[in-house]
């Protein structure tokens, strides 16, 4: 059962334009959210994150809009650089109570941005 | 510089030939974590470790052993590996309250094929 849904598998955006990116989650107990950002040959590494206690949360131009009725959540990209060309995963994790879950990754988003 | 190193970084090797991925970290990090990315199906948990002498099984431990004899080191063992384990494996690590522990640093990854 996957728990964290992404979409779309791949993204092609001109120079300027914007970049979104959704992920959709089943488990209600989910109350985390972290964006990662991953370039060839590298690790994957944290972007943005954002708990359900809020609706939006901006970082330059990087942006998440979160739904906490329809259970989603999205990354938006403004104003998309060639240097943001990047695979993207949505992630999911479960904060309170203590325990040790770990990240819910989505399967990633092959984002390129054309000059 | 704060890092998580891997080795060997590629590796090829024949199938039940037994072997070992090293991870280390030099941020006193608690928590560690290995994964495996593959096309179409994003990051997947084979085990992590909340502290020295603590591990436990994540999505996917079949055919995997791991160890955590010291809080820097968490190196992942095959002990006779499949050419289904063939694969790009990561190393995280991260603090282990709070958001800070979904706040994960990775290594650079090791591409392993089995033949």
């Known amino acids: 059962q996957q728990q964290v849904k992404q979409s779309p598998q791949s993204l092609i955006v001109q120079k300027g334009g914007i970049s979104i990116i959704n992920c959709a989650y089943e488990n209600t107990a989910f109350d985390y959210f972290p964006w990662y950002q991953q370039f060839p040959g590298k690790g994957p590494a944290l972007l943005i994150a954002i708990r359900p206690d809020v609706s939006e949360k901006k970082e330059g131009r990087f942006t998440i809009s979160f739904n906490k009725s329809a259970k989603q959540f999205s990354l938006h990209i403004m104003d998309s650089q060639p240097g943001d060309s990047a695979t993207y995963f949505c992630a999911a994790s479960r904060i309170s109570g203590g325990g040790a879950d770990g990240l819910t990754f989505g399967k990633g988003t092959h984002l390129i941005i054309q000059p | 510089e704060a890092q998580v190193t891997q080795n060997p970084r590629y590796l090829i090797t024949v199938t039940g030939k037994k072997l070992t991925v090293t991870c280390s970290q030099n941020?006193?990090?608690?928590?560690m974590s290995w994964y495996r990315q593959d096309p179409g199906l994003g990051l997947r948990q084979i085990y992590y470790s909340m502290n020295v002498e603590v591990t436990d099984k994540g999505d996917v431990p079949e055919g995997y052993k791991v160890s955590r004899k010291e809080k820097r080191n968490f190196p992942l063992i095959l002990e006779s590996p499949s050419p289904n384990q063939t694969s790009l494996y990561f190393c995280a690590s991260s603090y282990s309250t709070g958001t800070s522990r979904y706040e994960q640093y990775f290594g650079p990854g090791t591409r392993l094929t089995v033949t």
């Open positions: 941020m006193n990090h608690e928590y």
